[in-house]
């Protein structure tokens, strides 16, 4: 970036059980319950989204009049949970889909937008709810089952953020756009595993067009890969890039719930809403605390959608970089 | 058509890296879970068998009927509750392969689709999960019926 956006603000609202997260204390609002008062586990969804939306507003002091663009994407089908949250806004609106890489995706391109002087403030979003993920990937949340051990446990969360010109926050320096990766996993309840190389890729491509390498960095973050995901990802790049990525690496999804007391998590969260408040929540402010100065994120999404899974196809990855910088 | 591409060397490669790394599912000790709460189940069941034919004065055999409608409806009350999909995370099979798994997966997709309506909603998604045992079962009894019917004659 010429003049890299600033992140003036972020909002993230989180469900009951993230709530217990060991990072809870990061979160802006905690839902009491999963339906947020709501008749619908989707109508719950947007109202996620809209209130995260409106934190990261009012933190900012910023009204709909002050931003130019809205940059949103969900799990949901024809990513609804977006759309109806546009139409709230009454702003000018694009959707986005990333899978679970929604999160950088819509970050990364209203950088880019604001950095190529077209707007001067967008506000990004995105959203994933357990209970509407599960019914439309998976099965009835009361249908009992088993879960594989890598297994993931899909975040019920939204963050959004405020980018802008001025002001003080992260600054969004550098933003890789992932390609698609395919190395033919098709176990839709394996996507730490699908999505690794994606990240991997990525992460290779950031490093050789920025000439950095991962040791200019205070932290590395992945963006849903679950403990299981992140190992391989450790294994196949310094493998396929010989990086050693050590204890400046972590995952969002390993580190937003407490594996050893909610056991039913397996390998950890996932769901566009995994990285929103890890990093909007959780890793922005540890950049105002002084804990890290500069970041790299790198959101995960695994492609699929449930016919394409029914009709045993691979499953295609992406995968976003967005490196941040507190100055 | 389009042909099955072959795998590249790269994602046979990253394959074998998975299966290595790839933590087991716990079989046995599932497989022990599930041995024992089915046994659970089955012991529940012949409970209501006996009271059944201890009350009602039928033969074990006729007793079986309202039995099985009993546990049908405890599985049943136990999704509704919340209860079920708890247990079955380490129970696993042994409650899913009695009927109590069969009144847990119409019971959950109902509640799951209540939201749709009765039309489009529970009357035509109650099935979702359950449909393929009942198509199966139809499928199967129709051939044995065929079978035993020829053999008799």
């Known amino acids: 970036m010429a003049t890299p956006p600033i992140v003036i603000a972020t909002g993230t609202t989180v469900g009951p059980f993230e709530g217990q997260s060991p990072l809870a204390k990061d979160f802006d609002l905690i839902a009491g319950d999963l339906t947020l008062g709501q008749a619908s586990f ?35 089908n024809q990513i609804i949970t977006s759309g109806f949250n546009a139409s709230l806004l009454g702003l000018p609106f694009f959707g986005v889909y990333g899978a679970c890489s929604t999160s950088m995706a819509g970050l990364g391109l209203g950088a880019m937008l604001i950095d190529g002087g077209f707007i001067g403030t967008a506000l990004t979003a995105t959203s994933s709810h357990y209970s509407a993920a599960e019914r439309q990937y998976r099965y009835p949340t009361e249908y009992g089952n088993q879960r594989r051990p890598y297994g993931q446990w899909t975040v019920t969360g939204a963050g959004a953020a405020l980018l802008t010109t001025q002001g003080k926050g992260p600054r969004v320096t550098h933003v890789t756009v992932g390609k698609m990766t395919d190395f033919g996993v098709k176990d839709p309840l394996n996507m730490g595993a699908a999505m690794a190389p994606a990240a991997a890729d990525t992460m290779l491509r950031h490093f050789a067009d920025t000439k950095r390498m991962p040791e200019d960095y205070d932290l590395i973050v992945t963006g849903d890969l679950g403990e299981f ?43 566009c809403g995994c990285s929103a408040v890890v990093v909007f929540g959780h890793l922005f402010r540890e950049m105002e605390r002084g804990r890290y100065r500069r970041i790299l994120v790198i959101a995960t999404g695994a492609m699929h959608s449930p016919t394409s899974v029914m009709q045993k196809q691979t499953i295609p990855c992406i995968a976003h970089a967005v490196a941040f910088e507190f100055p | 058509m389009s042909q099955k591409p072959l795998p590249t060397p790269e994602q046979a490669r990253y394959q074998q890296l998975i299966k290595e790394m790839e933590p087991p599912a716990r079989y046995t000790a599932n497989a022990l879970w599930a041995f024992f709460s089915g046994g659970l189940v089955c012991v529940i069941g012949q409970f209501f068998i006996d009271l059944y034919a201890a009350i009602l004065h039928l033969p074990p055999v006729e007793a079986s009927n309202p039995a099985v409608a009993t546990m049908i409806m405890l599985g049943a009350i136990l999704t509704a509750f919340g209860v079920f999909d708890r247990l079955a995370r380490y129970a696993g099979a042994g409650l899913a392969v009695p009927v109590t798994g069969f009144a847990n997966s119409m019971v959950s997709a109902a509640l799951e689709y209540k939201q749709e309506g ?7 998604k109650i099935f979702i999960l359950s449909g393929s045992v009942i198509t199966y079962g139809v499928v199967t009894a129709f051939f044995v019926g065929l079978i035993h019917a020829l053999l008799k004659r």
Do not use: H
């Open chain 1, 42 to 76: 989707e109508l719950a969804e947007r109202e996620l989204m809209n209130s995260a939306c409106l934190k990261a507003m009012q933190k900012a002091k910023r009204t709909e009049k002050d931003i130019d663009l809205f940059i949103a994407g969900d799990l949901l």
């Open chain 1, 229 to 271: 995901g992140a190992e391989i990802l450790r294994r196949w790049i310094k493998e396929t890039g010989g990086l050693e990525l050590g204890i400046r690496y972590k995952d969002c999804g390993a580190m937003i719930y407490d594996r050893v007391k909610y056991p039913q998590v397996a390998s950890g969260g996932s769901g």
């Open chain 2, 118 to 124: 009765f039309i489009q909603g529970i009357g035509s």
